[in-house]
């Protein structure tokens, strides 16, 4: 048996995949964002100024500084790197957020926020921040994610990894 | 208690490989009937297995620190309970209860014998039991001990790492992480595990069918209980997660676009569109490709969504530590897609159902949309999820997407889908007239108009909150009017109900999706939040209410943590409605805290209360409170999606085909 071709579904199809590419494309066009370092940043601060960036860095403790009435935060973070090889290289995510916390020389950027300051906000945690670098040299977080290392379990101590 | 776990979960593993080696045997000669000796020996070593899995509980429970597994999630000021919910509170333990779970569904179905039996679908299963076991064996095993060496120097190992070790016992843990110390932790993970495992056996049986026969027949009846019970526990397991997130702060909200509340989205997804294709196959017999092709991607998509929660690729509040699992999860996953791939092509041609589209409205079109717009929304989220990876994979530098780009993306697909859901009911099996239509769907769409103009009075302005009001109560009186209808039909009522269970099932099903839209709408679109600084008798407005600040409190509930709360008096002009405590849990040994959220529940809404900051000497305290009407209904829809599900799958399949009938009958009018 010979079909004919089905052409009212091929155009419902068309129709359908036409509209899901435009949708992924005009929705990925406005909400993508760069995914950098702390030092990449600083190295291209007049280039990146304004665009909508994503960051991800080492909190400094002692930097937090938190004003709960207009929920109005702000905190320092120090570089580690983007590469999830590198930091495994290097000895794993908690070893290098502490040595970039301990290391006064390593690039830091101050961070500005408006909201909730998340619980697991604090010394040599991993931050996640989305927003974009004003002109003042501050980045202007819309997004807080935190990622505690030991988010699930606390790791051995340093001495115990053979 | 090591020795026993250990060696009852190698033992297992091996009876594993004898297994594997039979029935590749059996297959060499052609023989698809399971050995009974197979069966034996995969009851044996499932019984092993399960003992292991004690043996490590029994390890939690009595606290033994020379497990390094125990040093990592116990301590002892840690409640029996969540001692026992630790086992997969850690990325080794988690693996390992999954690997039981897999064990526990594959020896279910092998004996109750309606599924997987056949040489080919137990092979396919044991292949991922030994996979997933073999990951805790070899790269995650919760049974590594802690060891001392003679200089005191310590290192964790299996078995003894040299010469004058000994096992060490003096590293206390720091125990679970505060955040996870909730009761949505008892239950979210082991129901969401027994979703995904679930959805192994009509995988493994599928793959079995398309080298056996091929030709999709009979295939969806013995598989329908078993993707039921799937979707019910992938649906459970899912809005328990969003339930416990929201219910504690730290977790983003009851949905976050986080990726792996994504990745576990895009597989109910799927199945979801499955069980409407499903349906198709057993009323009309067609659509048996599509079937197929969304068994095999619900599993396929479901290793993916464990690829992304343990391999820590991707950002996520859920990720586990960086993990050797990333790599061998992911050439397995290829493995498997290219096998499911290659299957369905070489099968293509047998399975074709000769269903050709007639109209635009039957409602088997209707149920193609569904599907396609299923499809389409996870294919949106399978674009987020892999977007980072990829641009990073081209440009070298990570581009991501925000939730955002979920919220535009996913929005209209999904108000299209609820849309068409709250009409589908009124349109008969193939080509309806719009006459009819018409006349069917007068008195919803009367009722559905008056909700809508209710909403825009008293409610809110915007379009989408009217918009989104009328569809659900266009849906749910389209659902209420089409009952009545059938069963004032009938003369008995009861026993109409009752023999259609599939039908009522699945509107209940449909009245729960409408009900998490109407708690969507609540949430973001109704909802009203103020925050400011108050000292004791202070009080603050928010929308109709008042919030009344009379106290903090401080306690030690344990020894571990202090319990700071603030005691707030909630008011409606004079009539006081009751109190809220939201606090700060203190860890003080791990300078940590948990925000405990203060909560007033009822049907119209939550008064959601969190403490941001507080002084104790100066008395005064920070308060951000928040009305989130409806959303309670989210929860109750998502119970009925359960309930709805469950009440379908006590409908027995033999008696299917006389309901079919029943069913073209009430629709007829």
């Known amino acids: 048996m010979k079909k004919k071709p089905n052409y009212k579904l091929i155009i419902g199809a068309g129709v359908i995949v036409l509209a899901l590419v435009y949708m992924l494309i005009a929705a990925s066009r406005s909400n993508t964002q760069y995914f950098i370092t702390v030092e990449e940043l600083q190295n291209q601060q007049s280039e990146l100024q304004g665009q909508k960036l994503r960051m991800s860095g080492a909190v400094i403790g002692e930097s937090i500084q938190y004003d709960p009435a207009n929920l109005d935060l702000s905190f320092e973070v120090a570089q580690i790197p983007g590469d999830h090889k590198l930091i495994a290289e290097m000895g794993g995510m908690a070893k290098v957020l502490s040595e970039a916390v301990n290391d006064p020389n390593r690039p830091r950027i101050t961070i500005h926020y408006t909201g909730v300051k998340p619980d697991l906000l604090k010394d040599e945690a991993q931050a996640i921040m989305t927003g974009s670098l004003g002109a003042d040299g501050v980045f202007e977080a819309t997004e807080l994610l935190m990622k505690c290392p030991s988010k699930y379990e606390s790791a051995l101590p340093d001495q115990v990894e053979d | ?669």
Not at chain 2, 381 to 410: E, K, S
Not at chain 2, 480 to 507: C, H, N, Q
Not at chain 2, 636 to 664: H, M, N, W, Y
């Open chain 2, 1 to 669: 208690m090591f020795t026993i776990g250990y060696g009852a979960f190698a033992l297992s593993m091996l009876l594993m490989l004898v297994c594997l080696v039979l029935v590749a045997r059996q297959l060499v000669r052609k023989q698809l009937e399971i050995p009974r000796s197979v069966r034996l020996l995969t009851n044996i070593g499932f019984a092993l297995h399960s003992l292991s899995v004690l043996a490590l509980l029994y390890l939690q429970l009595s606290q033994d620190y020379s497990n390094a597994y125990v040093v990592g999630v116990i301590n002892p000021a840690l409640p029996d309970y969540l001692k026992v919910t630790a086992l997969w509170g850690g990325q080794a333990g988690s693996l390992f209860f999954w690997s039981w779970i897999i064990n526990l569904c594959l020896v279910i179905a092998l004996n109750r014998r309606h599924i997987l039996q056949k040489n080919w679908g137990y092979l396919f299963a044991l292949l991922n039991l030994l996979f997933f076991s073999g990951i805790s064996m070899f790269l995650e095993n919760p049974f590594t001990r802690v060891w001392q060496f003679a200089d005191g120097t310590l290192t964790a190992s299996l078995f003894s790492p040299g010469e004058g070790a000994m096992v060490y016992s003096g590293l206390i843990g720091q125990g679970l992480n505060p955040l996870l110390r909730h009761w949505g932790m008892v239950i979210h993970p082991p129901i969401l595990y027994i979703g995904f495992g679930a959805f192994l056996l009509p995988f493994a049986e599928t793959l079995s069918h398309l080298i056996v026969k091929g030709d999709g027949e009979d295939l969806i009846a013995s598989l329908r209980p078993w993707l039921l019970i799937a979707w019910i526990f992938l649906t459970a397991g899912i809005t328990l997660g969003s339930w416990w997130s929201y219910d504690v702060l730290g977790w983003g909200g009851y949905w976050a676009w986080d990726p792996v509340e994504t990745a576990s989205l895009i597989p109910w997804l799927v199945s979801t569109g499955l069980l409407h294709s499903m349906f198709l196959t057993q009323k009309r017999n067609i659509f048996k490709r599509i079937n197929i092709i969304l068994i095999l991607a619900s599993y396929l998509l479901i290793l993916f969504s464990i690829l992304i929660t343990r391999a820590g690729l991707i950002s996520s509040v859920h990720a586990f530590g960086e993990s050797a699992v990333s790599m061998p999860l992911t050439v397995f996953l290829l493995a498997f897609l290219a096998h499911s791939i290659a299957l369905v092509a070489w099968r293509w041609k047998k399975m074709d159902s000769g269903w050709e589209f007639k109209s635009w409205y039957s409602r088997d079109s209707l149920f193609l949309y569904t599907l396609v717009l299923l499809v389409a929304i996870g294919i949106v989220c399978l674009w987020g999820l892999l977007y980072p990876l990829v641009t990073q994979a081209l440009t070298g530098t990570q581009i991501t997407l925000d939730r955002g780009f979920y919220d535009r993306a996913v929005t209209p697909f999904f108000v299209v889908l609820v849309l068409l859901m709250a009409v589908c009911p009124l349109v008969g099996w193939s080509a309806t007239t719009l006459k009819k239509f018409g006349k069917r769907s007068l008195i919803p769409l009367a009722a559905a108009l008056a909700a809508s103009m209710a909403a825009y009075l008293w409610l809110s302005k915007s379009w989408v909150v009217v918009l989104s009001i009328f569809i659900v109560a266009l849906g749910l009186a389209v659902l209420v009017a089409i009952t009545v209808r059938d069963l004032r039909k009938t003369e008995k009522p009861g026993t109409t109900f009752w023999k259609m269970r599939s039908r009522y099932g699945a509107f209940l099903v449909h009245a729960g999706i409408l009900l998490i839209m109407l708690g969507i709408v609540g949430v973001e679109g109704l909802s009203d939040s103020i925050q400011g600084t108050l000292i004791p008798g202070d009080r603050m407005p928010l929308g109709e209410y008042g919030v009344e600040y009379i106290e903090l409190t401080d306690h030690y509930e344990s020894p571990e943590y202090l319990s700071v709360r603030a005691q707030i008096d909630l008011w409606r002009g004079d009539k006081l409605l009751g109190r809220v405590t939201p606090g700060q849990d203190v860890y003080e040994s791990r300078s940590q805290y948990v925000s405990i959220p203060g909560k007033r529940s009822t049907l119209a809404g939550d008064i959601y209360t969190i403490l941001l900051d507080y002084d104790e000497t100066m008395g005064y305290i920070s308060v951000q409170a928040t009305i989130n009407p409806l959303v309670n209904w989210m929860w109750i829809g998502s119970l009925f999606l359960c309930l709805g599900a469950a009440f379908s799958l006590t409908s027995p399949i033999v008696k299917e085909q006389a309901v079919r009938k029943e069913d073209e009958k009430l629709d007829e009018d």
